[in-house]
């Protein structure tokens, strides 16, 4: 329905009156970004003031930011876990928050190789759905008519955990689709997905892949987007289609759901929209056949108007990839979010890839900010806390730390992202993502750190004691260029006896044993997700990274500082890591994983 153009946002004139509702109120936010964020200090102050975690500071009842700063520290999550131990082990009483503990939400990040667990309140799913609706009224300024259409999304569950209490651990985007507010969201005709409900919160990780991709096919010519939440999850969901396209086209050519798929409720929803259509099985099958994927998305869905994927920070390692599958589709990153907090929404969501930035909104929670120098990294202590800057303080071009405080309980937390400011939308800053600090490797939702790596080295490394050799340098990097990806590990051996070295066997099993020892999120990518392939390790000749520090030295470093990288992402490095490579070996199981966890 159109709009007078008496209700036009900044932004742009909305193509309903809902969405002029929803521009407002980003207009609302934008403008007021530090009265706002005082206002929610106060109420999060208000809110948990009875809780053990701030009565330890002493606030006294105090809810501005002048006594909030001076007196409650800046944690991480080691500071935070024997309060979280405690609520997982069933203390009930107001810890962290007056509300109770409705369920944790695990982090992709991790502590002791197991999950994070971010604790929430009922209330916090109100807030997350409110930045969901936000979504589509932006993009509805950029690409019209996509009433018109379906969205084609590869979206899933993961497997859930109960801790001692009984309290569910779940992935973030778990708990939003198993909720009320997504399994009875209100019909909108601009944001109608191709996939059943049932079909999402199947999770059985084929059986829902499956479906989902069953349904995409058959709404074939309605799909104006596609799209998944990491553009990891759209190239496997292509590789998916690489493998199983002819037994897709036989479900469609009889109007038949293959046996693989057993869950009951797909087998009802599909059902009802499965018909035999033997014209759509003979284009599927001739699209397929010949192994050709360039473009594929368009070929099959040809009313793609863009992809809805994040690619940003370590996701840009797919971009061409997906731009081989989609002929160069424009590729949308439309929100910013996290376990701990939902932050913000890019406000010009068809930019390029590297131009991305998201406005933080400064309803969802209250931000602090640390400078970022990484020539002059800034100590944190209680006993020398930083001046930590509000959202309303920052500088253009410079980079941060983000701190959060939510209603949630958390108080001056670090995320552990680092975020540059690259311009503002009215007073409120946006930023574009740099990285999650210390991650050195990630293919999906992975992410792991030079301790851990370290710890998978030295793991595996035990296996070659026995043949007096040791592993004397190392580095890494994440190859994406195998679907799905995975880890590579350059190794250089020292071997006391050449001739009696590791066999084949024993150098694949050091790959499982460092597979053992990585955090239980590369596990369970690895085991019940397949979004991540078998570790690799190659073996180079002795010296090469003495030949590494040499390149490293003719390009400008100082010999004196140099220090080996333990992940490459530099073409010329691989290159000369790769020529002198002498064996390659993969791991030959999957790791140990299951959804209990250690409490």
Same mark, same amino acid.
């Given at each position: 329905?159109?709009?007078?153009?008496?209700?036009?946002?900044?932004?742009?004139? *909305?193509?309903?009156?809902?969405?002029?509702?929803?521009?407002?109120?980003?207009?609302?936010?934008?403008?007021? #970004?530090?009265?706002?964020?005082?206002?929610?200090?106060?109420?999060?102050?208000?809110?948990?003031?009875? $809780?053990?975690?701030?009565?330890?500071?002493?606030?006294?009842?105090?809810?501005?930011?002048?006594?909030?700063?001076?007196?409650?520290?800046?944690?991480?999550?080691?500071?935070?876990?024997?309060?979280?131990?405690?609520?997982?082990?069933?203390?009930?009483?107001?810890?962290?928050?007056?509300?109770?503990?409705?369920?944790?939400?695990?982090?992709?990040?991790?502590?002791?190789?197991?999950?994070?667990?971010?604790?929430?309140?009922?209330?916090?799913?109100?807030?997350?759905?409110?930045?969901?609706?936000?979504?589509?009224?932006?993009?509805?300024?950029?690409?019209?008519?996509?009433?018109?259409?379906?969205?084609?999304?590869?979206?899933?569950?993961?497997?859930?955990?109960?801790?001692?209490?009984?309290?569910?651990?779940?992935?973030?985007?778990?708990?939003?689709?198993?909720?009320?507010?997504?399994?009875?969201?209100?019909?909108?005709?601009?944001?109608?997905?191709?996939?059943?409900?049932?079909?999402?919160? !199947?999770?059985?990780?084929?059986?829902?892949?499956?479906?989902?991709?069953?349904?995409?096919?058959?709404?074939?010519?309605?799909?104006?987007? #596609?799209?998944?939440?990491?553009?990891?999850?759209?190239?496997?969901?292509?590789?998916?289609?690489?493998?199983?396209?002819?037994?897709?086209?036989?479900?469609?050519?009889?109007?038949?759901?293959?046996?693989?798929? +057993?869950?009951?409720?797909?087998?009802? !929803?599909?059902?009802?929209?499965?018909?035999?259509?033997?014209?759509?099985?003979?284009?599927?099958?001739?699209?397929?056949?010949?192994?050709?994927?360039?473009?594929?998305?368009?070929?099959?869905?040809?009313?793609?108007?863009?992809?809805?994927?994040?690619?940003?920070?370590?996701?840009?390692?797919?971009?061409?990839?997906?731009?081989?599958?989609?002929?160069?589709?424009?590729?949308?990153?439309?929100?910013?979010?996290?376990?701990?907090?939902?932050?913000?929404?890019?406000? $010009?969501?068809?930019?390029? *890839?590297?131009?991305? #930035?998201? +406005?933080?909104?400064?309803?969802?929670?209250?931000?602090?900010?640390?400078?970022?120098?990484?020539?002059?990294?800034?100590?944190?202590?209680?006993?020398?806390?930083?001046?930590?800057?509000?959202?309303?303080?920052?500088?253009?071009?410079?980079?941060?730390?983000?701190?959060?405080?939510?209603?949630?309980?958390? !108080?001056?937390?670090?995320?552990?992202?680092?975020?540059?400011?690259?311009?503002?939308?009215?007073?409120? *800053?946006?930023?574009?993502?740099?990285?999650?600090?210390?991650?050195?490797?990630?293919?999906?939702?992975?992410?792991?750190?030079?301790?851990?790596?370290?710890?998978?080295?030295?793991?595996?490394?035990?296996?070659?004691?026995?043949?007096?050799?040791?592993?004397?340098?190392?580095?890494?990097?994440?190859?994406?260029?195998?679907i799905p990806g995975h880890y590579v590990i350059y190794w250089e051996l020292l071997m006391k006896d050449p001739a009696n070295g590791p066999p084949e066997n024993v150098l694949a099993q050091c790959c499982l044993a460092m597979e053992e020892a990585l955090n239980s999120v590369y596990r369970q990518s690895r085991v019940?997700?397949?979004?991540?392939?078998?570790?690799?390790?190659?073996?180079?000749?002795?010296?090469?990274?003495?030949?590494?520090?040499?390149?490293?030295?003719?390009?400008?470093?100082?010999?004196?500082?140099?220090?080996?990288?333990?992940?490459?992402?530099?073409?010329?490095?691989?290159?000369?890591?790769?020529?002198?490579?002498?064996?390659?070996?993969?791991?030959?199981?999957? *790791?140990?994983?299951?959804?209990?966890?250690?409490?």
């Amino acid at each position: 329905m159109a709009v007078d153009s008496t209700t036009s946002s900044p932004l742009g004139p *909305p193509a309903c009156e809902k969405d002029a509702k929803a521009l407002q109120f980003i207009e609302d936010m934008t403008k007021n #970004c530090d009265p706002v964020q005082e206002n929610v200090l106060s109420e999060i102050l208000s809110q948990n003031a009875a $809780t053990e975690y701030l009565q330890q500071w002493n606030l006294d009842g105090a809810t501005d930011r002048k006594t909030f700063k001076s007196k409650v520290p800046v944690i991480s999550y080691d500071d935070l876990l024997p309060y979280v131990n405690r609520i997982a082990n069933g203390d009930r009483s107001p810890i962290l928050s007056s509300h109770p503990i409705s369920e944790f939400l695990t982090s992709s990040g991790t502590s002791a190789g197991e999950r994070k667990l971010m604790p929430t309140i009922a209330a916090e799913m109100d807030r997350r759905q409110k930045l969901y609706s936000l979504l589509m009224p932006v993009m509805n300024l950029y690409v019209p008519g996509l009433d018109k259409g379906k969205g084609l999304y590869f979206l899933f569950i993961k497997a859930e955990a109960k801790t001692p209490s009984g309290l569910v651990a779940r992935p973030v985007l778990t708990s939003y689709y198993k909720s009320q507010q997504f399994k009875t969201r209100p019909f909108d005709p601009y944001n109608v997905y191709t996939s059943p409900n049932e079909t999402i919160l !199947c999770v059985d990780a084929f059986q829902s892949m499956y479906s989902q991709m069953l349904c995409g096919l058959l709404f074939r010519e309605e799909v104006l987007r #596609c799209g998944a939440v990491f553009a990891s999850g759209l190239v496997r969901a292509i590789k998916f289609l690489q493998l199983n396209w002819q037994q897709l086209a036989m479900d469609v050519e009889s109007g038949n759901l293959s046996n693989k798929i +057993t869950d009951s409720s797909i087998r009802e !929803c599909v059902s009802k929209i499965l018909k035999p259509n033997p014209e759509l099985a003979q284009f599927i099958r001739e699209e397929c056949c010949d192994g050709n994927w360039e473009g594929i998305i368009t070929r099959i869905w040809p009313n793609t108007k863009y992809l809805d994927v994040i690619v940003t920070g370590a996701m840009a390692q797919y971009i061409p990839i997906l731009d081989y599958y989609s002929g160069n589709l424009p590729k949308t990153c439309t929100m910013y979010a996290s376990s701990e907090c939902y932050f913000g929404l890019n406000l $010009t969501p068809m930019v390029k *890839p590297s131009e991305v #930035c998201y +406005t933080i909104m400064p309803n969802m929670g209250y931000f602090e900010f640390i400078p970022h120098d990484p020539e002059n990294p800034v100590t944190i202590s209680r006993d020398s806390p930083p001046q930590l800057l509000d959202l309303a303080d920052l500088e253009l071009g410079k980079e941060y730390e983000l701190v959060i405080s939510t209603y949630s309980g958390l !108080c001056r937390y670090r995320v552990g992202d680092i975020l540059q400011v690259k311009g503002f939308h009215n007073s409120a *800053p946006q930023f574009k993502f740099i990285r999650r600090k210390n991650v050195l490797l990630s293919i999906d939702a992975d992410k792991t750190d030079e301790t851990e790596l370290q710890a998978a080295i030295d793991n595996a490394s035990v296996l070659l004691k026995e043949f007096n050799t040791t592993v004397v340098e190392y580095t890494s990097y994440g190859d994406t260029k195998t679907i799905p990806g995975h880890y590579v590990i350059y190794w250089e051996l020292l071997m006391k006896d050449p001739a009696n070295g590791p066999p084949e066997n024993v150098l694949a099993q050091c790959c499982l044993a460092m597979e053992e020892a990585l955090n239980s999120v590369y596990r369970q990518s690895r085991v019940a997700d397949n979004s991540i392939g078998p570790l690799e390790i190659r073996v180079v000749k002795n010296g090469t990274f003495e030949e590494l520090m040499d390149y490293a030295i003719s390009r400008g470093a100082s010999i004196n500082q140099y220090k080996v990288p333990r992940c490459v992402t530099f073409t010329p490095i691989m290159e000369l890591l790769d020529s002198r490579v002498v064996s390659a070996h993969f791991s030959p199981a999957a *790791p140990h994983w299951t959804s209990e966890r250690r409490f």
